[in-house]
């Protein structure tokens, strides 16, 4: 274990890397570190609905901190959950624990019918969460804001609940294009108010999480996931904030996000760092890729796997260090630890 080291203000090492600036060491966060793997999070949870934790801006950043106050992070993620802004739209829905709605949106009339998110009147609590947690991140961690990428959103709106395949969703693409690309302009432009809402509120970083544009095929990639994308990245340049976009299963995609205009391209971990930033080229920083499963790798093991992917991440700038997707509720907080310091440890 080595001394606290300074991950805030203009010194961050997480915002550096975001916009492909030398660091005094590699920065590292875990991809819903806020979550079930923590016994205080389970603790907590056990006396609090999840929804209740979404909503109430002293618990939100309670959980926010958690994580915070066990490792020397580099950054703090908002707890939230990608639903939560659909919710404010009036979506009926409940977390069991995945998101289970209650009447699928599968016509022009309901598409419609979906009203416009104004973030503060909709879901003020959000905005006062991160206004809680600013003034109290642990050395000066900037905090990450984040949204579910439109094509993700609408997966859970047109199935209904959470599925390995999301079948319905995808037939819906072919079979009513014209009400996709109408249903994901409406979430492109609520996540852009959304997202806009949070920087405004003291959010440093904005993320976008698409866990589910992978199962697409590249040309549907483009036409309804990544053009819903570069529609509410374009309103947020303004923002000054670097932005992220993260594509789950996306080795296939890399090429057409490669033009996006963000800052960082998160990456599971199913191909290289080397090969993805080849694909990308020079002016993308990229997060990730360490397989969730890796954490379960006992002592020395788990530093050679950080090590492979700090290789295949290379010495330019613009690596976060990251999970390749959301860390496991069975993983132990020790290997967290481990691995948090391992790689401030090897990079510094
Ligand atoms: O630490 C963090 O990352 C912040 C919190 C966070 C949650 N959800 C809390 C949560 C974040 C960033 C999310 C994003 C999210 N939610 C995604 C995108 C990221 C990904 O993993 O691909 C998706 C697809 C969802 C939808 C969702 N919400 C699912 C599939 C589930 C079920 C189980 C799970 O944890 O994946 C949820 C519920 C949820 N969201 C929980 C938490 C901590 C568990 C609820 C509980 O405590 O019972």
């Given at each position: ?42 603790e ?13 801006a ?21 707890f ?7 919710q404010g ?76 395949e ?27 108010a ?68 963000v ?45 492979a ?40």
């Open positions: 274990m080595t001394g606290p080291r300074s991950s805030g203000g203009a010194s961050s090492t997480f915002l550096a890397a975001c916009r492909r600036q030398p660091v005094s060491h590699t920065p590292v966060w875990v991809m819903r570190q806020a979550g079930r793997y923590l016994p205080e999070y389970r907590l949870r056990s006396k609090v609905e999840f929804e209740d934790l979404t909503r109430r002293d618990l939100a950043a309670e959980v926010t901190l958690q994580p915070l106050r066990r490792f020397e992070l580099d950054a703090a993620i908002l939230s959950d990608i639903m939560t802004p659909v739209m009036g979506v009926e829905l409940e977390f069991a624990p995945g998101p289970v709605v209650r009447h699928p949106i599968r016509t022009d009339a309901q598409i419609d019918a979906l009203p416009t998110l104004v973030p503060e009147r909709d879901v003020p609590f959000v905005m006062e969460s991160i206004r809680l947690i600013r003034p109290e991140l642990p050395r000066g961690a900037p905090l990450i804001g984040f949204a579910g990428g439109p094509f993700t959103l609408l997966c859970y709106l047109v199935c209904g609940k959470p599925s390995k999301f079948g319905p969703a995808r037939s819906f693409l072919y079979a009513q294009p014209e009400s996709a690309e109408r249903l994901l302009d409406k979430l492109a432009d609520a996540m852009a959304y997202l806009r809402a949070q920087a405004a509120a003291g959010a440093q970083a904005l993320m976008m999480f698409e866990s589910w544009a992978g199962l697409l095929a590249p040309r549907e990639f483009e036409r309804f996931a990544l053009r819903a994308v570069r529609r509410t990245m374009a309103a947020l340049r303004s923002a000054g904030v670097p932005l992220i976009y993260y594509v789950n299963q996306g080795s296939a995609l890399m090429e057409s996000v490669a033009d996006l205009d800052d960082v391209i998160g990456v599971d971990w199913r191909s290289p760092l080397s090969t993805v930033r080849k694909v990308l080229g020079p002016n993308k920083a990229v997060q990730g890729n360490l397989d969730p499963a890796a954490l379960f790798a006992p002592g020395e093991q788990l530093h050679r796997h950080i090590d992917v700090l290789k295949e991440a290379g010495p330019e700038p613009g690596h976060i260090f990251n999970l390749g997707h959301g860390i496991w509720p069975e993983t132990s907080p020790d290997a967290v630890a481990r691995l948090v310091d391992y790689v401030h440890e090897a990079t510094s």
